[in-house]
């Protein structure tokens, strides 16, 4: 009888790990899996998901729809480790954890979050964000940099709702809970960002939102709620052609009209997540002003970071070296320049030199 369970025990196992999580649900252009086996495939439509799968795109977007109904869309230049997913379907319960490490990844919870919020953990490469069952936007830069933006739940016939995320760093954390609301955390060692309302258009809202098939609402106060949102957010989702659209799938250009939006020659959504992080950047500037203030240096040697500036007359000179690494730089002193230096474990970020027009110096020495 033992020999029996353990079989029937090692059956059950072995179905479960090898068991897909969720399928590639839209696609555009080149993508990429790779898996712990080392195996590497190509993302198209149906592609089975794995845990521990990494997704990454090229030139295109890549959209996954997990077994619990999360989804995760990703534009060109993206990576996204999925470390872990377990789910119930009897009970609508189980835990995921994702990492965005570059680029633009957009977030839709699914039963996970609704059920199991506490097992939800997404992360970036500065920030770790603890989900309340709503959408959001995550937009990573080189050097792990993250802007959070909180997005509304909407459905197609308009009903809407905001839940609210965490964003938390190793020096503290944000609660966010308005539609469009948005922090930026630039290191792990760093604060994120007081929050701020991002001023968004009609336009902006209709490609950053996830639309999911009505659902049945337990209460009565639930659609009331979910409808409030919609009316602050002056939508009429019956009346915008463009949230009906699949913006990542392919449109048959057989069926396209002399009027018809060529979706295929333009990446709305990474437009519109620049054009806010455009915004934020120069927002948030504001609040890293007593920091830089706080950071700038003159002349001599730093004994906190081990920088060294020297005042050549017409340029500055910047100096550092550990052990291993070297760098020297000669820099006029009619602009104004933000340094991010990574050398080996050392990491200092917007130190400051000089004053005039702005110049970002970001240098990785590793």
Known sequence: MRILSFIILLIITSNTAFANIGKVSEHKGSGLIKRTTGDKVETNLETDVFSMDEVSTGQGRTGITFVDDTKVELTEHSKLVIDEFVYDPNTNTGALSLKASLGSVRYASGQIAKNSKQNVKISTPTATIAVRGTD??????????????????????????????????????????????????????????????????????????????????????????????????????????????????????????????????????????DAINKVLAESFLSQLTDVFVKKKQKTGQDTETGIIIIDNGTFWEFRREDTNNFVRLRLSKSSEYIINLTQGDFVTRDYIIGDGSLNNIDIYQK
């Not at 050097?143 to 909407?154: A, E, Q």
């Not at 760093?190 to 609402?217: G, R, T, Y």
């Not at 639930?222 to 409808?227: C, G, Q, S």
């Open 136 to 273: 959001f936007a995550m937009i990573i830069d080189e050097l792990g940099g993250s802007t959070i933006l909180l997005l509304p739940s909407c459905d197609t016939t308009g009903l809407c709702y905001v839940g609210e995320i965490e964003v938390i760093s190793d020096a503290g954390q944000v609660i966010m809970n308005q539609a469009f609301q948005a922090t930026r955390v630039e290191a792990p060692e760093s604060k994120p960002f007081k929050p701020i309302l991002v001023d968004v258009n009609e336009s902006m809202i209709s490609n950053l939102l996830i639309l999911s098939p009505p659902k049945n609402l337990n209460t009565e106060e639930n659609a009331n709620e979910r409808k409030a949102v919609a009316d602050v957010l002056d939508i009429d989702f019956l009346e915008i052609d463009i949230l009906n659209e699949d913006l990542l799938s392919t449109k048959d250009d057989d069926n396209f009209e002399e009027l018809d939006v060529d979706y295929l020659a333009q990446d709305f959504l990474s437009d519109v997540l």
